[in-house]
């Protein structure tokens, strides 16, 4: 509660004078929290309880934008900013939205470890909050690394986006650190998950054989996600308001309307009650519904076994071992595959045919998780067989905000 | 018992314990006569005509006859006074049951510089006041067909401009005088009622109507007495920290002591919308047509089969008259009696209203009373008490930019989103949009005024007024999306509630002192306590079990998505000096001082000064007053200012639930311990004159204004965390303007009668500092304020060769398209009376300079469904099918970018518009009625209006005013609002 007792010489004055109860004079403001009131151990839980909420926000916001640009999903609606991410024009002042949430999530985690150093002093160490803190330090850094084309940190100057895979890295070694000082479930929960964001981001940096490494560790079956809830609006996944109450994304279009009936990358038609195919949002696009998200409160994975393993799979391939690749990817194929829904193994002998089988399996395992769009960008940086085209001719990553452009001073006149 | 409670229940009971009947003094006479027009000897109606030193007086009647019983035996003054007259007195001794016979002759005095207004230290002479202030009087509210105060005021006076933001009946509108001061803050006027401060913004946005009503409608017309417009900083300084968005007092209609006078008002109408004509499309954007061979669209999917063809529709739900608009029946009610002993009078009014929309399920009922109520238990003392209550239950369509709404659906034909069912076979597109009519959005408004007013004068050079006000709102808004709703099957309700409690004492002092034949002084002080007072809850609830009608406990999901529960207190004090000169010059110089608890903990008072100075030309001997009768001199400069929002200056987090439903902190605010008030300094100059006896009259104003310190949301950069602006006082903004009040009696002869009347209004806005801002984005597309533009303006991408005949070029950045509201303002009135009996009104507004931003046409274009653009889509696609034979030479560059149908050439910033237009507000034809045909009564008369007769603009939309009131209050935008009605009203007046 928020209670203020300012300009009190004028109130009173005037309050005397006008010989009105003493009462009227007190002004409040419930519900907001003071920041001082945050500077105590008993405020630790919700402070990373905030750090969760900031990243399923931010998480909300990316996997639609992302997945528009990144050809995981089509813009059949009305919104202006999604119709340009669909045509591959990223500008600045579209991006306002999402480099806020995603910065949000970045900055409550890491100046919430500093406040929560300073609170919990010696038990900073051995507090599991302290470890998920950083585990939310560190994905909410591998978001930003995976779509910003520049980094900036605390209103800095703009550096290369790969400071966002170090910041990350070094905060899942600190959680793997705190972790492995704790016992029971939680050691090993808090651990796979570090290991897990730890495995991608040293892939990002090129660090491969370690990526790998980390990755082994991550049981096929784990998976860590940003929950999403129907407890309140903000908890909400609204990709999937956006994708059944309203139909402003579609999978019409998308090289994943060719797919048909792989688990990874749901989706169906809609018909109209009198049997036309239901159009999107903007009444002329073909509406084709995904479904891996179907309530408002379904999470959405970040990090997960099976993407360890086509994460080692590229591993392999980038060690020229295209068997050990194959077997990874199948490996992962085999663990979703349902008599409905089967997922035969697939083969490649050369690398040539195995990097285009790794990057839509690797797409369809992370199908609609904020993280295709990454991937379209690195490989368009390589050469073949490795290259992918889609984003050739497109705008590659997310800028720096016009926001931040024009607040931060670093980047004014840039 | 709360606080409000005891306060309503004290009203009540004081509200009712007096008799109501008039107490018969013992030695008492009776006087009546006529008032009449000096020169053209026309009677003169509603005028008050008082003996003076007593409480007894009457109002004349429609032929100018007045009767007022109870006088006080002995030799009396009789004074007649009507705004726009010269006050008249005449002397008489009445004999104790006997009738005196007083007639009564006055002058016509446009601008009437005896005339008393009242400030905030006092009732004080026009002559006096060295600002600008506006008159409304009783008789232009009779005359106007407004259906409440915002209309009232609109085009009236100049400096005073009014949007409405939708036709439903009961929708709120936007209130600006004079420019927008403030860039972050309420530019709303402080409003004052009987001197009760009322609150004078929004109610909340009603969920799927996203509209809101102003509480200031709920004070009826018919019980208005006039209106004073205060309108800048130079004159609003004694009202401290809130005022400088200007000041507007209305004061309600008093009894005067005599026999009881009745008045009822009986009036029936129609509301339709058969006028609306979008250019080129006859079926108005299927509003006026929904069954018949105008029901298609465009097929613009380039990669469609059927690329360039028709597509034709059925809606299913269409009406059995063929089309959605249908004329909606207008009733009103209202009586009042008043009268009163020389002890007490009272005013008692009813009001009951009823309002059809064009829309089956748009209504606004409403009904209240007022009690006006004067006790004098002493000479030297005058307790007035004013309590009314007036409720409201407005049933809102769901309008403007909601997937789920009415008007949306209905005019994107084709591209709809009710979907549905029931149509012939020989269509493939089959639309269900009554579906949008189920919805069923209502706020339910109970607005309650209450003021204790004591008026203390013991001696003939000292008054002292205090005043104790309660303004008690309290709206509920609710929105029921049914069971089994074609675009929700499972239902949903909002609800919220909101109640707004304004309580405010005033006190203030005034002593007169007469130095001789000269030379004379006023001092005043005084001081205010301002409390406000929000609750406000609102929840969403999803997921009903069944069909029926649900309540919160209905649903499967509830979620409380805000509670509000915020005290703020704003406390001054003032004082004032008054100097004048041979009663014809005024040097006035005062100071106010205010504490507000939204200011930040570091901040310490606030000092507002003003002086002004006042100069009656006309009052020397040299002055040709024979011909030239009034001219008055007026200067005045002046600080008020705006306090930011409540506790903008702390820092906080919100509570906020994550992580699975666990408890948890998110950044809210960044927080500025420096945090202080905008300061508005204005400087003023004008006069008023009259002259050719009251033939043509004047009123000219020239204003100044500088606001500075200007609190300006600043941006912090999003990677520091804390996303939402911080208030700063950076800023500057600076307006300057002209207005004109003119008003000229072309005939005055008793059988015929014929005036004009122009109100001008010119104003230019800029944003002269912004910190380090580059700019501010006011809440609204497009809508930006920037250094060296008008506060707000509109930047987005510019089609820079529009109309040359060629592939469009657009700006690589956003540029200035125009402002958002409009920088001149012109409203022409006539009045025409007949032998007396017949009088015809009209009053016509020009609103030129504003822009407003089109998205109805832009959305329905790019679907294939903008019938504007039809002609030029099919060259699009022939061009694009490559057919040279049907080139786009002819096409300008705007319709190229308006009307494309590459989805990459479609560009939202084209439809930014100039919002120019004229409208006819109104025109009313009275006739009064021979006493004859209606015995028994003073008075009576039939009066036929018309609102919204006439419209013009190039503005491509449906209505130029239209805005999105969910969007922002200083940005606007048409999405999809029903444009404004024209209503057509029969009335019947009578007093006896």
Same mark, same amino acid.
């Not at chain 2, 639309?431 to 069923?440: G, S, T, V, Y």
């Not at chain 2, 015995?935 to 939309?957: I, P």
């Given at each position: 509660m928020t209670t203020l007792s300012v300009s009190r010489r004028a109130l009173h004055l005037v309050g005397a004078a006008l010989l009105v109860g003493c009462n009227s004079l007190d002004v409040s403001n419930p519900g907001p929290i003071n920041d001082a009131d945050l500077d105590k151990a008993s405020a630790m839980p919700g402070l990373v309880t905030g750090m969760s909420f900031d990243l399923s926000r931010a998480m909300d916001v990316t996997a639609q934008a992302l997945a528009i640009m990144a050809d995981e999903l089509y813009h059949g609606g009305s919104y202006t900013n999604e119709g340009l991410f669909n045509r591959g024009i990223v500008r600045p002042e579209d991006v306002n939205g999402m480099w806020g949430d995603?910065?949000?999530a970045r900055w409550v985690a890491e100046s919430g470890i500093t406040r929560m150093k300073a609170v919990l002093g010696t038990g900073f160490d051995t507090?599991?909050?302290?470890?998920?803190?950083?585990?939310?330090?560190?994905?909410?850094?591998?978001?930003?690394?995976?779509?910003?084309?520049?980094?900036?940190?605390?209103?800095?100057?703009?550096?290369?986006?790969?400071?966002?895979?170090?910041?990350?890295?070094?905060?899942f070694s600190e959680a793997v650190r705190i972790a492995s000082g704790l016992t029971g479930a939680i050691r090993d929960s808090l651990l796979r998950v570090a290991y897990g964001g730890r495995a991608s981001v040293r892939a990002w940096q090129g660090k491969w054989t370690e990526a790998a490494a980390d990755a082994a560790l991550v049981p096929t079956s784990y998976v860590f996600v940003a929950p999403f809830s129907t407890n309140t609006v903000a908890e909400n996944n609204d990709l999937a308001f956006e994708t059944t109450t309203r139909s402003e994304y579609t999978v019409f279009n998308t090289q994943w309307a060719?797919?048909?009936?792989?688990?990874?990358?749901?989706?169906?038609?809609?018909?109209?009650?009198?049997?036309?195919?239901?159009?999107?949002?903007? +009444?002329?696009?073909?509406?084709?519904? $995904?479904?891996?998200?179907?309530?408002?409160? *379904?999470?959405? !994975? @970040?990090?997960?076994? #099976?993407?360890?393993?086509?994460?080692?799979?590229?591993?392999?391939?980038?060690?020229?071992?295209?068997? +050990?690749?194959?077997?990874?990817?199948? $490996?992962?194929?085999?663990?979703?595959?349902? *008599?409905?829904? !089967? @997922?035969?193994?697939? #083969?490649?002998?050369?690398a040539a045919q195995a990097w285009p089988i790794l990057q839509r399996e690797r797409g369809a395992i992370t199908w609609l998780e904020s993280r295709r769009f990454w991937d379209l960008r690195r490989w368009n940086g390589e050469a073949a067989p490795i290259k992918n085209s889609f984003l050739e001719t497109r705008d590659k990553c997310v800028p720096i905000s016009l926001n931040e452009r024009n607040s931060n001073p670093n980047l004014r006149g840039g | 018992m709360s606080f409000v409670r005891r306060w309503i229940v004290a009203s009540a009971v004081a509200a009712l314990a007096p008799t109501l009947g008039p107490a018969q003094a013992a030695q008492t006479g009776m006087v009546q006569g006529k008032v009449t027009v000096e020169g053209i000897g026309r009677p003169l109606a509603n005028a008050m005509v008082s003996v003076v030193g007593t409480q007894a007086g009457a109002q004349t009647n429609d032929v100018g006859e007045y009767r007022i019983t109870g006088v006080p035996a002995g030799p009396r003054v009789i004074r007649v006074q009507r705004i726009g007259f010269s006050p008249a007195t005449a002397n008489v001794t009445v004999q104790a049951g006997q009738t005196a016979t007083v007639d009564l002759v006055v002058k016509e005095a446009p601008v009437s510089l005896e005339q008393v207004v009242v400030t905030a230290t006092g009732d004080v002479r026009r002559k006096e006041i060295t600002n600008s202030m506006a008159t409304i009087s009783a008789e232009a509210i009779q005359n106007a067909p407004v259906a409440n105060a915002q209309q009232l005021l609109a085009a009236q006076t100049p400096g005073v401009t009014v949007l409405a933001n939708s036709g439903q009946p009961g929708a709120g509108g936007v209130i600006r005088l004079r420019a927008t001061n403030?860039?972050?803050?309420?530019?709303?006027?402080?409003?004052?009622?009987?001197?009760?401060?009322?609150?004078?913004?929004?109610?909340?946005?009603?969920?799927?109507?996203?509209?809101?009503?102003?509480?200031?409608?709920?004070?009826?017309?018919?019980?208005?007495?006039?209106?004073?417009?205060?309108?800048?900083?130079?004159?609003?300084?004694?009202?401290?920290?809130?005022?400088?968005?200007?000041?507007?007092?209305?004061?309600?209609?008093?009894?005067?002591?005599?026999?009881?006078?009745?008045?009822?008002?009986?009036?029936?109408?129609?509301?339709?919308?058969?006028y609306l004509n979008v250019k080129g499309d006859p079926t108005a954007v299927f509003l006026k047509e929904c069954r018949g061979p105008n029901?298609?669209?465009?097929?613009?999917?380039?990669?469609?089969?059927?690329?360039?063809?028709?597509?034709?529709?059925?809606?299913?739900?269409?009406?059995?008259?063929?089309?959605?608009?249908?004329?909606?029946?207008?009733?009103?009610?209202?009586?009042?009696?008043?009268?009163?002993?020389?002890?007490?009078?009272?005013?008692?009014?009813?009001?009951?209203?009823?309002?059809?929309?064009?829309l089956e399920t748009s209504r606004y009922r409403t009904g209240g009373f007022r009690g006006n109520f004067t006790f004098r238990p002493t000479s030297t003392l005058e307790i007035q008490l004013n309590p009314s209550y007036q409720r409201g239950n407005q049933q809102w369509i769901a309008d403007g930019n909601l997937a789920n709404g009415f008007l949306l659906n209905v005019a994107r034909g084709t591209a709809g989103n009710y979907r549905g069912s029931g149509c012939s076979s020989a269509v493939t597109v089959c639309?269900?949009?009554?579906?949008?009519?189920?919805?069923?959005t209502t706020t339910k408004t109970d607005h309650y005024i209450s003021g204790l007013a004591l008026n203390y004068a013991p001696a003939e050079w000292w008054t002292n007024r205090l005043t104790i006000g309660f303004d008690y709102n309290n709206v509920e808004n609710r929105s029921t999306i049914p069971f089994g709703h074609l675009r929700n099957a499972v239902g949903q309700l909002i609800e919220g509630d909101w109640t707004r409690q304004f309580l405010s004492v005033d006190y203030a002092t005034t002593m007169k002192k007469d130095f001789g034949s000269s030379l004379t002084t006023s001092t005043s002080f005084g001081g205010q306590l301002f409390q406000d007072n929000l609750l406000s809850t609102s929840v969403t609830a999803d997921e009903f079990s069944g069909p029926g009608a649900p309540v919160l406990t209905s649903a499967a999901r509830r979620t409380v998505t805000a509670d509000t529960r915020r005290k703020v207190v704003n406390a001054g004090l003032f004082f004032q000096e008054q100097i004048g000169w041979k009663d014809r010059a005024f040097i006035t110089a005062g100071l106010r001082v205010d504490g507000n608890s939204a200011f930040g903990q570091d901040f310490g008072l606030q000092a507002y000064p003003k002086l002004g100075v006042s100069y009656v030309l006309s009052d020397h001997d040299f002055w040709p007053s024979e011909s030239f009768e009034t001219f008055k001199l007026r200067a005045a400069v002046g600080d008020a200012g705006k306090a930011p929002g409540a506790f903008d200056a702390v820092r906080t987090w919100d509570p906020i639930a994550g992580d699975e439903a666990k408890p948890g902190f998110s950044p809210n605010q960044l927080g500025n311990t420096q945090l202080g008030p905008e300061r508005t300094r204005e400087m003023e100059l004008g006069f008023e004159a009259s002259a050719w006896a009251g033939r043509m009259s004047m009123d000219l104003t020239y204003f100044d204004t500088r606001t500075t310190d200007a609190l300006i949301q600043v941006r912090y950069p999003p990677s520091q965390g804390f996303l939402n602006r911080q208030l700063e006082n950076l800023g500057e903004v600076h307006n300057q303007g002209l207005e004109v009040r003119t008003e000229v009696g072309f005939i005055r002869r008793a059988k015929l009668d014929w005036r004009g009347r122009l109100n001008l209004t010119h104003t230019k806005s800029e944003a002269t500092d912004l910190g380090d801002e580059p700019l501010i984005s006011a809440g609204g597309t497009f809508t930006e304020v920037r250094k060296?533009?008008?506060?707000?303006?509109?930047?987005?991408?510019?089609?820079?060769?529009?109309?040359?005949?060629?592939?469009?070029?657009?700006?690589?950045?956003?540029?200035?398209?125009?402002?958002?509201?409009?920088?001149?303002?012109?409203?022409?009135?006539?009045?025409?009376?007949?032998?007396?009996?017949?009088?015809?009104?009209?009053?016509?507004?020009?609103?030129?300079?504003?822009?407003?931003?089109?998205?109805?046409?832009?959305?329905?274009?790019?679907?294939?469904?903008?019938?504007?653009?039809?002609?030029a889509q099919g060259k699009m696609v022939a061009a694009i099918k490559g057919n040279t034979t049907a080139p786009l030479a002819d096409l300008t560059a705007l319709e190229r970018t308006r009307c494309a149908v590459d989805r990459t050439q479609q560009y939202f910033d084209a439809w930014v518009e100039k919002a120019d237009f004229f409208r006819l507000r109104y025109v009313t034809a009275t006739y009064r009625l021979p006493s004859r045909w209606v015995?028994?009564?003073?008075?009576?008369?039939?009066?036929?209006?018309?609102?919204?007769?006439?419209?013009?603009?190039?503005?491509?939309?449906l209505d130029p005013e239209s805005a999105d009131q969910a969007d922002s209050q200083v940005g606007r935008r048409e999405y999809y609002q029903l444009p404004q009605l024209r209503s057509f009203q029969l009335s019947f007046r009578a007093n006896w």
């Open positions: 995603m910065h949000r507090s599991p909050l302290a470890a998920r803190a950083n585990i939310y330090a560190g994905l909410s850094n591998r978001l930003l690394g995976e779509a910003v084309c520049s980094a900036v940190i605390d209103g800095g100057p703009a550096q290369d986006n790969k400071v966002h895979f170090a910041r990350a890295e070094a905060s060719q797919v048909f009936r792989d688990p990874r990358v749901p989706w169906d038609s809609v018909k109209t009650t009198s049997g036309a195919l239901a159009v999107g949002q903007d +009444g002329r696009t073909t509406f084709f519904r $995904q479904r891996k998200y179907t309530t408002l409160a *379904a999470d959405i !994975p @970040l990090v997960k076994g #099976t993407e360890m393993l086509v994460l080692r799979a590229e591993a392999a391939l980038r060690a020229n071992d295209v068997t +050990g690749a194959m077997a990874l990817i199948n $490996q992962a194929r085999a663990f979703q595959n349902t *008599a409905n829904t !089967p @997922l035969p193994p697939l #083969t490649a002998t050369t | 403030s860039i972050s803050q309420s530019n709303n006027p402080i409003i004052y009622v009987d001197g009760v401060r009322i609150y004078s913004g929004n109610t909340p946005v009603a969920a799927n109507a996203r509209q809101t009503m102003l509480p200031l409608n709920d004070i009826r017309s018919e019980d208005i007495e006039r209106v004073e417009v205060v309108k800048g900083a130079a004159a609003t300084t004694l009202y401290g920290t809130e005022a400088s968005g200007g000041v507007i007092q209305i004061f309600t209609k008093r009894g005067r002591s005599g026999k009881p006078q009745w008045n009822i008002d009986v009036t029936g109408g129609t509301n339709d919308l058969d029901m298609y669209g465009l097929d613009v999917v380039t990669t469609s089969a059927t690329f360039g063809q028709q597509v034709k529709f059925e809606d299913a739900t269409c009406p059995s008259s063929n089309k959605w608009v249908k004329t909606g029946a207008v009733s009103k009610y209202s009586a009042s009696v008043g009268g009163g002993s020389e002890l007490m009078q009272y005013q008692l009014a009813g009001n009951v209203s009823d309002e059809a929309g064009v639309m269900n949009n009554r579906a949008a009519l189920d919805i069923n060296g533009y008008p506060v707000t303006s509109l930047f987005a991408r510019q089609v820079k060769n529009a109309n040359a005949l060629a592939a469009p070029i657009l700006s690589d950045t956003n540029v200035f398209l125009g402002q958002t509201f409009p920088d001149r303002v012109y409203g022409l009135g006539s009045t025409l009376t007949l032998w007396d009996r017949l009088t015809i009104d009209g009053l016509g507004e020009f609103q030129l300079g504003a822009s407003n931003i089109n998205a109805v046409g832009y959305q329905n274009a790019l679907r294939g469904n903008w019938r504007p653009c039809f002609a015995r028994g009564v003073q008075g009576a008369s039939l009066t036929f209006s018309g609102r919204n007769l006439f419209y013009s603009s190039d503005y491509s939309g």
